[in-house]
């Protein structure tokens, strides 16, 4: 593919409030650093009443919704959310009877709402800009996390492995991004 170093960039957040540690905290110093603004993407209200009003809004240029981002797939393939929220819901029934052979709860029903949110954002967001680089905030993600469901998107085709920032191999409890190292508020 061809990368085109011409265009805006915007860092992409997904509506979590600010918080001292976390991506919350970690998105608006790379936006600095990077001398870029952020892109908001919220629940709509129906779907999560509580997101959009408690999202950091920070150095925000662009904000849309979950809703205007599913159009957008829509658009450009017919059935595609549905087929997405399919997926999902497969990958929440394996993660559950996981969690039931360890003894434990079953994940929390916002997990499915998260999850679609990131990757309709993810995939919908490529559609849009011709291209999107996905970071992770940690090299070794949890399977019972909302960022693991990132193999939806792939499994789907809807963005691609090379659009990934890759992470060196790292063993034991070592951590590439040691967030008291990265934001020290």
Do not use: W
Not at 24 to 34: D, N
Not at 105 to 117: N, V
Not at 173 to 185: P, V
Request: some cysteine; proline content about 4%.
């Amino acid at each position: 593919y061809m990368y085109n170093s011409d265009k805006p960039k915007l860092i992409i957040v997904q509506g979590d409030p600010l918080a001292e540690r976390g991506i919350s905290a970690i998105t608006p110093r790379v936006a600095q650093l990077l001398d870029v603004s952020r892109g908001l993407i919220c629940l709509d209200e129906d779907i999560a009443s509580y997101h959009s009003p408690n999202a950091d809004r920070e150095n925000v240029s662009l904000e849309l919704t979950y809703s205007e981002l599913t159009m957008v797939l829509e658009d450009n393939q017919k059935g595609i959310v549905q087929e997405m929220e399919r997926v999902v819901d497969l990958y929440l029934q394996e993660k559950n009877k996981k969690r039931h052979l360890v003894g434990k709860e079953p994940l929390k029903d916002y997990f499915r709402d998260f999850a679609l949110l990131q990757e309709v954002t993810k995939a919908a967001c490529f559609q849009i800009c011709g291209d999107v680089t996905i970071a992770h905030t940690a090299s070794n993600i949890s399977d019972f996390s909302v960022s693991s469901f990132y193999k939806v998107g792939l499994e789907l085709g809807l963005v691609y492995e090379h659009q990934f920032v890759p992470y060196p191999q790292i063993t034991g409890d070592d951590e590439l991004l040691d967030f008291n190292t990265i934001d020290k508020r």
